[in-house]
Nanobody
Framework: QVQLAESGGGLVQAGGSLRLSCAAS?????????LGWFRQAPGREREFVAS????????YYADSVKGRFTISRDDAKITGYLQMNSLKPEDTAVYYC?????????????WGQGTQVTVSS
């Protein structure tokens, strides 16, 4: 079992930056594991934001955040990060981190509780 805890959300003005953290505990990531970030805005479905293959740091991004967001991980701290720059009001959402033990699986196995990000115009 893996427990995930997000932190770092908050209120920021458009154009600002935030860094989200996702601390993992319990079972450690395998070499095939993947960490992902998703978000859900009010009245909308949850959407993919970014993901990283834990062992070799291959990264993937939604088109809407490419060039603005950066996903990374610290293996020693078993923590993933989402650096968000040039934030826009449409980035406002609850952000969730998720993990899966095999990166090729379609479904994630574990989810955090979420952290609110609000971008004011």
């Amino acid at each position: 079992q893996v427990q995930l805890a997000e932190s770092g959300g908050g209120l920021v003005q458009a154009g600002g930056s935030l860094r989200l953290s996702c601390a993992a505990s319990g079972r450690t990531f395998s070499s095939n594991g993947m960490l992902g970030w998703f978000r859900q805005a009010p009245g909308r479905e949850r959407e993919f934001v970014a993901s990283i293959i834990w062992s070799h740091s291959s990264t993937y991004y939604a088109d809407s955040v490419k060039g603005r967001f950066t996903i990374s991980r610290d293996d020693a701290k078993i923590t993933g990060y989402l650096q968000m720059n040039s934030l826009k009001p449409e980035d406002t959402a609850v952000y969730y981190c998720a993990a899966k033990t095999q990166w090729w699986k379609s479904e994630y196995d574990y989810w955090g509780q979420g952290t609110q990000v609000t971008v004011s115009s």
